[in-house]
Nanobody, 119 residues
């Protein structure tokens, strides 16, 4: 069974940095899109950044220039480097992947990791 295991959340002061990591466990034929979403307190889940198999990445306007998404397809991992963090970045961050197995394409979510930025 495929699972996404996240790590790297925590508490940081405004202006600080954190790095989130997500690893895909289990057997898949391929991984297409890998992404990070976040859900701030009392708000809906939103896309932070995604990256496709060619390495092409997209970012939410609110994080452009501060966050960097990267992936290692061989290791089946995706990271999110977060710099110059702001209190409004406080949220539960979720890893998301679109993958392929013998049944076809399917998606999966991580369990979420809390990021708290203090002012």
């Amino acid at each position: 069974q495929v699972q996404l295991v996240e790590s790297g959340g925590g508490l940081v002061q405004s202006g600080g940095s954190l790095r989130l990591s997500c690893a895909v466990s289990g057997t898949v034929f391929g991984i297409d899109v890998m992404a990070w979403y976040r859900q701030p307190p009392g708000k809906e889940r939103e896309l932070v950044a995604n990256i496709d198999g060619s390495g092409s990445a997209n970012y939410a306007d609110s994080v452009k220039g501060r966050f960097t998404i990267s992936r290692d397809s061989a290791k089946k991992t995706v990271d999110l480097q977060m710099n110059t963090l702001k209190p409004e970045d406080t949220a539960v961050y979720y890893c998301y992947t679109m993958m392929r197995n013998w049944r076809g394409t399917f998606t999966s979510w991580g369990q979420g990791t809390q990021v708290t930025v203090s002012s």
